[in-house]
């Protein structure tokens, strides 16, 4: 689940970025998340062991593709800087720290070999978070 949280405050919780862009980045986040969990809920087959351990992988699976961050099951490095892209009028400092970053996350995902789109977003999740923590953008601030 942290990985849902960095990557949400990634992009909503931003130090430098107007109420406006928060409001409106937040409420198109809540939205994706109340359409996968019910597409999930949809899909659920009822094994209890798996649904809670898949949920959350297939959650951030499901979040990072419709904000565009994956596509085909791997990271979309086009897809997450035309999401950043609208930060850049707000901050122009963080949209260049995070720019960076993105390069340094597609450079390691692009070696990632994993079957499974849930387990490869979880990587994906845990990845963005290190990166961000190397880049000295502290995600825990922003929550």
Do not use: P
């Not at 970025?17 to 996968?36: A, N």
């Amino acid at each position: 689940m942290n990985g849902i949280l960095s990557v949400v405050a990634l992009f909503t919780l931003a130090n430098g970025l107007s109420d406006e862009f928060r409001l409106t980045f937040s409420g198109k986040v809540q939205e994706i998340v109340l359409s996968c969990l019910e597409e999930m809920d949809n899909q659920n087959s009822g094994e209890a062991e798996t649904a809670s351990a898949m949920a959350v992988k297939c959650l951030q699976a499901c979040l990072l593709t419709n904000l565009g961050m994956m596509q085909d099951g791997r990271f979309s490095r086009d897809g997450t800087l035309v999401l950043l892209d609208e930060m850049r009028s707000n901050d122009l400092d963080l949209y260049t720290k995070l720019s960076a970053g993105v390069d340094e996350v597609n450079d390691e995902m692009q070696n990632i070999k994993q079957n499974n789109e849930c387990e490869y977003a979880q990587r994906l999740a845990h990845t963005i978070q290190r990166v961000a923590w190397e880049h000295n953008i502290h995600l825990e601030d922003f929550m």
